[in-house]
Every structure is written in C-alpha cells, then in structure tokens.
C-alpha cells in the first residue's frame, strides 16, 4: 500500500544544555528599556512591552502601549534597529524620552500591532534599568550542539519530506533561495538567538533538524518503554537524568514558598507582569540551581528503598499497643511499628486491613493491605510537601485538601507513591497535587485495578503528572483508568520539566474540558485545558519542559480544551503518543499535535481505527510563529474533521508535518489554511525573507 502524506513547513526555537555557569556580571552593565518595536508602513510602531521602565507594575497601566506609534527617540527619529542601537548605547539609569501618538485600544488577539498616525500625541521620560533585573535565562546563556541520544538520525519520514519538497518545487532555487532549506535554517537561527543554556536537549535537538524530529521522539518513547517495563527508584533516576541533562549551576534555589509562588503565577498566566515581575523573575533565574539540587543531584532517589526495607522488617511484629498521643490522633487501625524522624513527623507500618493515615504528621507508610485512606493537607499543622508510601494492596483512596500537597507531591524534595494491587482513588481539587513535582520529584506508580485519579475544580491545576522546574509522573500499570482533570494536568511541564503520564494498559479515558477555566480566545462553550501532553515556557524569559502522555495500549478517548494533545507553547515540547487501540481525540485551539511561539508539539498514534476531531484553529498539525509540528498515524482506518490551521498546516515561519501511513481515511477540513497549505507570515517575513 503507498503511505499517504500531507507536508507543509514552518519554524520554531530551542534552547541550550547548560555547558558552563550563567555568566551574570557583564549584563549588570546592560541597560534594559523591554520595548519592542515593529517597522510598519504607517511607521515605528509598539509591538509588545515587558514589565521594566515603561510597564512598572505598580502604574494602573504600562506608560507604552501595543499600537503605540513612536514619533521620536531622545528627540531622534529612528527605526526598529535604531532603537535597539540606542538601548545598547545607553547605561542603567540614562534617561529615554519618547514621543508617541496613540489611538484607539489594541485588539488583544490581532496578529500585528498597528498605529495611528492621528493618534493623541503623548510624551513619555523614563529611566533605563539594569537588564539582569528584568530578564530571565533567555538570552543569557550558550548554544551547544545536542549530543549522544538526543542527536538522532532522520527517519525515513524525514526524508520522505525531502523528496517530497524537490517534487514540489520546494526546494527548487527561488527569488528568495531553496525554500524548505532556508526555512530550516531560520529555525535553527531563532534557536541560537535564545541562548538557553538550561533548555532540555531534546527540544534543542528538533530546531537543529526539524526533520529528525520523528527519531528525536522515537528515542524518548524508547526509553519510556523500558521504563514502564520495571519502574523503581533507579530506573527512574537514570529516566529522569537523561531527560534533565544539565551541569552544576550557581546560586541559591528557591524557597519553598517561592517555587509555590512562581506556580500559582503560571497557573493563570503564561508571561511575567504585575507588580511580583522582578520577584518572579529572580525566582525564574535562581530556578536552575533549585533542580540541580533537588531533582539532578538529590539524596531521596535512596530513602525510599532504605525505609521500604526498615518498616517491612518492622511490621513482622504483632500491633502496638502503645502509641504517641499526637501519632494515635493521626491513624486509625492497627499500626506494626513507627519511627519518630528528625523532623518530628513519623514513619509507620500499618496493618493488614482498614488503616487512615493523617499524611501531615506521617512522613513514610508501609502498607500491608485493607481499604486505607491517606489524608493530605487536611488538618492545621505545618503540612509536609513529601511523602513515601508503600500500599501492597487493597481498595485505597489518596485525598488532598490543601494547595501543593499530596499524593505523590514533591516541593524541593522526593516523593514516591507505590500502590501495588486495588481499584484506587486520587483525589484533588486543589493546586499542586497527584503526582506534582516542584523543583522536586513526585511519582505515583500504580501497579493494577481500574483507577481514578481527578482534579478538578476552579482551584485545580499542576497536578496528574505534572511540573515546574522538576518532575511529575504517574505511572499506571494496567487497568480501564479514568484522568479527570481540567487545566495543566494529565502530562503537564513548565519550565526545565518533565511531567508524564505513563499508562501501559486497559481503556482509558483522560478529559481536561472545563468548565472551571474559560476560554483564552473568548469562545463560547470553549475551555482553556492546557493539557494531554502540554508544555510550556515563559514568553520572553525561560525556555520550557516536556509534557507528554504515553498510553501503550486499549481503546483510549481523550477530551479536552485549548491548548491540548501534544501541544508546546513557548520554547517546549509536548508529546501524545499512542500506541495502540482504536482511539478517539477531541480537541479545540491548538491540539492534536499543535504549537505556537517557538515550540514543537507531536502526537504519534502507532494503530488503530482513530477519530480526530480538532475545533475552532490550529489544530492536527498546525503550526504558529516559528514552530514545528508532526503528527504521525500509522495504521489503521481513520477520520480526522479540522478548521483553520489544520491537517498539516503551518503560518508565520512555521513547519508542520502531517503524515498518514496507512489505510482509508477521511479528511474534513474548513478554513482559508487546511490539508499543506500555508497560513499567513507577516510576523517575520521582513527580516527572516523565509516562508512557511
């Protein structure tokens, strides 16, 4: 059977492994005005302006504003280039005057600022900063080229898309050069401009070629397979460091309430502004030394494996009949054997039947068996962020009641969670839970029954499988399992993270489709999901993770929002692979292999008889403002129903790759960019001269 296949291309950005220390001290001479200016035809107008000297944070509103058009600089009139030749001329505290006319309000959702030359003129004098104040890792590290696994080979997919483009005429020699040539080049350029040094290698690894990014995502599925073969502490260390590849930063890490303080932020928000922009920002650029510590380099990879031992010894004892007034207040059941730990909470071995454990004062449980209830975050005592349980087996049920704890939560830390036999319960409708890691690593491994694991709700969010600044992952082994989630869940990264589902068997159902979190467009009857294998950096100042789901087999449906299903926003990447089953996607803007501003999403589906179904835009392979997608089915009958911006569809300096392999399929797709064909590229056409 000839494969099928449908090509468009585009661009994107990356990041760098960290090769040496950020060198901070130059940029303390660099003066910083976070203005940037777009040449239009009706003139120099604002595009964008960051929180610094014209966006304070403690001013109602930023002194310039989108669709500002600059009259004058200093009492100069210059263009996009002189402008930045007067910022690198200047020094912290110079003085910057600028005349601007100003009309009506920016549409928030346009593509292009636009001025007004009848605007009201409007005088604006600032003082400009120190750039290492207001800037965050982008811009301030070192390229490397990828290395070792990440540097993988094109798949015959990728040269597919070669032959493909010289039977086109994509490749042939044009007014602007080799087309499909000279827009790989500009992706790789627009990643050498953002000078990462603690982006993750294998987002690097697919702007260096987009074309091997089919192999780049092979070898990250290779080694999550062997993963899901015998998950323990050690396979998962050695998972999680070839993932977070990264050498010793400097600086202090975090506190705890500041990795909690950064992660409600971006819960709502996907850039810095407000009057916390400099706190965030320290907190963003302290973040490298935070995961070097607690997750490359942290002493919690052994504990577990220690106290499982300690407490399975201590439990062949017959029940306690004394306990500590504050332990016996805490548990129900029959308790084996505790420990009181340095930190005055406790580590217990419970009983064979029905045990409750209060999870704020109990640090570690060993768990013979019964239907037991762990509490997290449920009384007034100083809750603790990690935990270590062992359940051997019955019908359990993990519930927490209070923002960043339990199950399976890391802050600054290790936590693991391993249930080894029961139809069980994970439940949350706070921030920060079920498998979360916080500059740490939460892990839940489950390893059978039907399960459920849930958040939900308008305080949820990070949690089934996520992170910031670490690593979040559930790993489920078999069962028909139910993720209910709502936003940033269910395989979920921030910044320089990994978080993961892994789910190696049974029919599962993952939903992430509100109704807690309206849509980030205005749509009606539409939510903001962010989730299904979403990733995402910080605009402007740090690169992002991983986010992926890997189900491995069954009949699997997958439901949720904007911003979903193999989706990456901001310098990351997010993944959804299937590989097996007759499936079902329903998405709405960006998913189904979808990404925007510098990232890449994918979704892989290795067999099957699937639907697709992608609302609204941007969807089943597509591709905004220099990034790269790939979808790739490989077997089976399947259906796919898009709008705009799908099927293979790329804009604005983009490249998308949409492949169908086998069998007989249906295309549906409406809008002015469907099915290869290239969306607008006005955003960077003026300087890049480069395509989609």
């Not at 605007?119 to 890792?137: D, Q, S």
């Not at 359990?396 to 339990?406: P, V």
Request: proline share 4%; net charge negative; hydrophobic share 40%.
């Amino acid at each position: 059977m000839i494969p099928r296949a449908l090509l468009v291309v585009g661009s994107a950005c990356v990041l760098a492994l960290v090769r040496e220390p950020l060198a901070a001290a130059p940029l303390r001479e660099t003066a910083f005005a976070g203005v940037r200016l777009r040449d239009n035809p009706e003139g120099l107008v604002v595009g964008s302006v960051r929180p610094g000297p014209f966006s304070p944070g403690d001013a109602p509103l930023p002194l310039l504003r989108r669709n500002d058009l600059i009259v004058s600089v200093n009492g100069n009139v210059v263009d996009a280039a002189g402008f930045d030749r007067v910022v690198e001329g200047s020094k912290p505290g110079d003085e910057m005057t600028i005349v601007l006319r100003r009309g009506k309000p920016a549409d928030p959702l346009a593509a292009l600022p636009v001025g007004d030359p009848a605007g009201e003129e409007v005088r604006v004098t600032v003082k400009l900063a120190i750039a290492e104040e207001w800037t965050g890792t982008l811009g301030r590290g070192r390229v490397d080229r990828a290395t070792g696994d990440e540097k993988r080979e094109r798949t015959p997919l990728g040269e597919r898309i070669v032959a493909l483009a010289q039977q086109t005429g994509t490749w042939a020699d044009s007014s602007e050069g080799r087309q499909l040539e000279s827009l790989l080049g500009a992706l790789r350029g627009v990643q050498e401009q953002a000078r990462d040094s603690f982006g993750l290698p294998a987002i690097r690894a697919c702007f260096e070629d987009p074309l091997a990014v089919d192999g780049i995502e092979s070898g990250l599925f290779e080694r999550v397979r062997v993963l899901a073969a015998h998950p323990d502490e050690r396979a998962i260390e050695q998972f999680v460091k070839s993932v977070l590849i990264m050498q010793e930063p400097v600086g202090t890490p975090p506190s705890e309430e500041e990795a909690m303080r950064l992660a409600r932020h971006l819960r709502d928000s996907v850039s810095i502004d407000g009057p916390e922009s400099k706190q965030f920002l320290a907190i963003i650029n302290a973040a490298p030394a935070g995961v070097w510590r607690w997750v490359v380099n942290s002493s919690g990879w052994r504990n577990r494996e220690l106290w499982n031992e300690r407490l399975r010894l201590g439990a062949a004892t017959t029940p306690c009949a004394y306990l500590p007034p504050e332990l016996r207040e805490s548990v129900t059941g029959d308790i084996l054997y505790y420990e009181k730990l340095e930190n005055g909470r406790y580590a217990v071995a419970g009983a064979d039947g029905v045990n409750t454990y209060d999870m704020d004062l109990i640090e570690i449980v060993y768990d013979l068996g019964g239907n037991d209830i762990y509490w997290f975050g449920g009384t007034d005592r100083a809750s603790c962020a990690n935990h270590l349980i062992t359940d051997i087996s019955g019908n359990d049920e993990y519930i927490s009641e209070a923002d960043f704890r339990g199950p399976g939560v890391a802050i600054n830390g290790f936590s693991l969670i391993e249930d080894r036999q029961g139809n069980d319960i994970y439940r949350s409708a706070r921030m920060g839970s079920v498998a979360c890691g916080l500059f740490g690593v939460g892990v839940i491994i489950d390893r059978s029954g039907n399960d459920r694991y849930e958040n939900t709700g308008p305080d949820s969010g990070w949690a089934l499988g996520a992170a910031i600044d670490g690593v979040g992952m559930v790993i489920d082994f078999a069962g028909d399992d139910q993720y209910a989630g709502e936003k940033l869940t269910q395989g979920a990264a921030g910044p320089f993270a990994f978080g993961a589902i892994i789910d190696a068997s049974g029919n599962d159902v993952y939903t992430a489709d509100g109704p807690s979190f309206a849509s980030a467009y205005n749509t009606p009857g539409t939510f903001l999901s962010m989730s299904q294998g979403f990733s995402m950096g910080v605009r402007g100042y740090a690169s992002g993770g991983i986010g992926a789901i890997y189900d491995l087999a069954g009949n699997d449906r997958y439901a949720a929002g904007e911003f979903s299903q193999g989706c990456g926003y901001a310098f990351s990447l997010g993944i959804l692979h299937d590989a097996g089953g007759d499936d079902i996607y329903n998405g709405n803007r960006y998913s189904q292999a979808a990404a925007a501003h510098q990232a890449v999403g994918v979704l892989i589906d290795d067999e099957g008889n699937d639907r697709y179904v992608a609302k609204t835009a941007a969807g089943q392979s597509g591709a905004w403002d220099q990034s790269i997608t790939l979808l790739v089915d490989r077997a089976g009958d399947d259906q796919y129903e898009g709008d705009d911006l799908c099927q293979g569809a790329a804009a604005q300096q983009a490249a998308s790759f949409f492949f169908d392999l086998e069998g007989t399929n249906r295309y549906v797709g409406s809008g002015l960019s469907v099915q290869g064909m290239s969306g607008g590229n006005e955003y960077h056409f003026n300087t890049e001269k480069v395509m989609s």
